[in-house]
């Protein structure tokens, strides 16, 4: 199976800064890939398909960039609802998913 | 708008099955793709097994033989079966809807908390 790694596992960040999350695969995945935002007690969200698609209804503040085994999930100015926490998956038949990365407050 | 609803029973003993249903409402369990996912603190995100609106499935290697997922027609409901559980079984179990047809997962539903225990 493909495993997935994410880094760092944690950031503390302040509203209005730029947050960068990084994505690693460890086979190439083409831009089979997804970010997914999880609040506590909340079903994770979907934001990025496809490496870098925006989902509909998401904010334009979320882009996702990469191909192949290396992948970014950037927040361009974070805001009091982005504090979350923020997966990768792997979207070939047997998905798999990055550990997270948990965003919060410095 | 599709919207899933979890159910089944909060506890099961080691060795017995877990039973869970999904409730989907806003469209038809034939028009789409489903999955079964699983969240622990010692897993993390793990997907279980995926069902298309023909009915063929994909299960997750490491539970390959004991699980099965299956869809409803008559009742729009998605429903997995899980044998033999142990401990390790116990997590939050979501269903997924595939956004089109590829494994990219929206939305979720909430999730049911299972507990092994006896």
């Known amino acids: 199976d493909i495993q997935m790694t994410q880094s760092p596992s944690s950031v503390s960040a302040s509203v209005g800064d730029r947050v960068t999350i990084t994505c690693r695969a460890s086979q190439d995945i083409n831009t089979w890939l997804a970010w997914y935002q999880q609040k506590p007690g909340k079903a994770p969200k979907l934001l990025i398909y496809?490496?870098?698609s925006l989902q509909s209804g998401v904010p334009s503040r979320f882009s996702g960039s990469g191909s192949g085994t290396n992948f970014t999930l950037t927040i361009s100015r974070l805001q009091p609802e982005d504090f979350a926490t923020y997966y990768c998956q792997q979207a070939s038949n047997f998905p798999t998913f990055g550990p997270g990365t948990k965003v919060d407050f410095k | 708008q599709v919207q899933l609803q979890e159910s089944g029973p909060g506890l099961v003993k080691p060795s017995e099955t877990l039973s869970l249903t999904c409730a989907v409402s806003g469209g038809s369990v034939k028009s789409y793709y489903w999955s079964w996912i699983r969240q622990s603190p010692e897993k993390g995100l793990e997907w279980i097994a995926y069902?298309?609106?023909?009915?063929?499935?994909n299960y997750n290697p490491s539970l390959k033989g004991r699980v099965t997922i299956s869809i409803d027609t008559s009742t729009n409901q998605v429903s997995l079966r899980l044998n033999s559980v142990t401990a390790a079984d116990t997590a939050v179990y979501h269903c997924?809807?595939?956004?089109?047809?590829?494994?990219?997962?929206?939305?979720w539903g909430q999730g049911i908390l299972v507990t092994v225990s006896s």
């Open positions: 997924a809807k595939h956004y089109w047809g590829d494994n990219y997962f929206d939305p």
């Open positions: 069902v298309d609106n023909s009915g063929t499935t």
């Open positions: 496809a490496a870098s």
